[in-house]
Structures are given as structure tokens and as C-alpha cells.
Nanobody
Framework: VQLVESGGGLVQPGDTLRLSCVVR?????????IGWFRQAPGKEREPIGC???????HYSEAAKNRFSISANIPENTVDLQMIHARPEDAGTYYC??????????????????WGEGTVVTVPS
């Protein structure tokens, strides 16, 4: 399974950001655990949230008010939407995948495989 992020680029403050994580190789039957993460320049990677076919969607405390994650099974994508973009949201956004009930690991960045990331710029 390969993960490929897309949708990055320039986002104006206040606008909505939409990213997709394509799961090449497809989801394994009804199972998936895909998380979204981001890393600002000079900072550590941080979790945003994770969607799991068995336990639903989970968000980090910092992300739950502005982010939403959804899965499009027929398209083999897991999408991330962020509202009200701010300059501090700039960075590289990654998706990561894991095995059964994998979202239990997302807050500790313990996913099993990762995409290469997509860069988001939000000017000040």
C-alpha cells in the first residue's frame, strides 16, 4: 500500500484547505486506519486526526474545532478539510496508515507507513 498526498499549495488566510490522501493499492476490504499529520518548519510533526473503519474518526485536542477527516472508499481516498486557515497552519501535511485499529497509535505518530507529504503555504 502506498499513500500519496495531494492538494497542497497556497491557501489564503481565512480560506478552507482541502487535502486528499490516495491509498494506492486500495483499502483492504472494509478495513482502514489512516491518519493526518503536519509539520511546521523547524517544529516536530504533530497529529491532526485519524479515521478507522472500526472506531470512527478521532481528532487531536488542538484540531477538533477546525479539521474534519472523511473517507471516500470508492475513490480510495481519505480527505482532510481545515477551515479558517491561519499563517501558523503552514507546513508539510502527511498521511500515515496502519493495521487493524491503527488509530490507537496516531497520537504518538506510530503509523506503519507514510506518504511523502504535501506542502501548504499560508501567507501572513
Amino acid at each position: 500500500v502506498q499513500l500519496v498526498e495531494s492538494g497542497g499549495g497556497l491557501v489564503q488566510p481565512g480560506d478552507t484547505l482541502r487535502l486528499s490522501c490516495v491509498v494506492r493499492g486500495g483499502f483492504s476490504g472494509d478495513f482502514y486506519s489512516i491518519g493526518w499529520f503536519r509539520q511546521a518548519p523547524g517544529k516536530e510533526r504533530e497529529p491532526i486526526g485519524c479515521i478507522d473503519s472500526s472506531t470512527g474518526v478521532h481528532y487531536s485536542e488542538a484540531a477538533k474545532n477546525r479539521f474534519s477527516i472523511s473517507a471516500n472508499i470508492p475513490e480510495n481516498t481519505v480527505d482532510l478539510q481545515m477551515i479558517h486557515a491561519r499563517p501558523e497552519d503552514a507546513g508539510t501535511y502527511y498521511c500515515g496508515g496502519a493495521g487493524p485499529a491503527g488509530c490507537i497509535k496516531y497520537e504518538k505518530l506510530g503509523m506503519d507507513f507514510w506518504g511523502e507529504g504535501t506542502v501548504v503555504t499560508v501567507p501572513s
